[in-house]
Every structure is written in C-alpha cells, then in structure tokens.
C-alpha cells in the first residue's frame, strides 16, 4: 500500500507561482512512476504532468508546457510540481498519482495509477 500526501496549493494571484509536493509513504519509491492530475469543478479529470521512476523522461499537458516543472527526489520520497506563471483556466483540485513500473514512458492516464492522494486545492485569482 502506498500513501500519497499532497501539500502546496492555495490562492495565488493570475500570474503568480506555487510549488506542489507529494509525498509518498513507501520504501520502494523509485519503482514507481509519478503524475499529476487536476480536476477542476464541473470538469473531467485531467493529467497535467507525469515523471518517469528515473525522472528521466517527462510529459507535460500541452496547456501547462513551459510554465510548469515536474521533477522528483528519490531520495525523499517526493514528486513536485513547480507552477509559475499561473491563471484562472489552472484552478482545480490537483493530485498526484503513483504507477508501479519502471516503464521507459511515465502514463498520461489516470486508470493505469494504482494509488492517488486526496488532492490539494489551487485557486487562483484573476
């Protein structure tokens, strides 16, 4: 069983920053691939960004392409997701996600997870 803790989010103003975090409660972290997905109200689930077990190869949204850094320490047990240059359209509940399997590829969807956090609230204010 993996535990996932999300923390960072809250208000920001439109073109303002926040820094995501997950932190995962298991010793084998580096087997896992890592994702963030948001889900904002009355809208679908969608990814956001996702990092391979390696932090070797990544995939961004094409929405949050170069605004937006995933990156991860193995050593903590923790993925990030740096969010600058933020806006309304961005507001949405935000979790990550763990995958368990060195894949070459991290996934973009979010059935093929295996466990989530409860999810950490960004608003951002126009």
């Known amino acids: 069983q993996v535990q996932l803790v999300e923390s960072g989010g809250g208000l920001v103003q439109a073109g303002g920053s926040l820094r995501l975090s997950c932190a995962a409660s298991?010793?084998?972290?580096?087997?896992?691939?890592m994702g963030w997905f948001r889900q904002a109200a009355g809208k679908e689930r969608e990814v956001v960004a996702a990092?391979?077990?390696?932090?070797?190869?990544?995939y961004y949204a094409e929405s949050v392409k170069g605004r937006f850094t995933i990156s991860r320490d193995n050593d903590k047990n923790t993925v990030y997701l740096q969010m600058n240059s933020l806006n309304p359209e961005d507001a949405a509940v935000y979790s990550c996600g763990a995958k368990y399997g060195r894949s070459l590829n991290p996934s973009r969807i979010a059935d093929e997870y295996d466990y989530w956090g409860q999810g950490t609230q960004v608003t951002v204010s126009s």
């Open positions: 298991v010793r084998t972290f580096s087997l896992y691939a």
């Open positions: 990092i391979s077990w390696s932090g070797g190869r990544t």
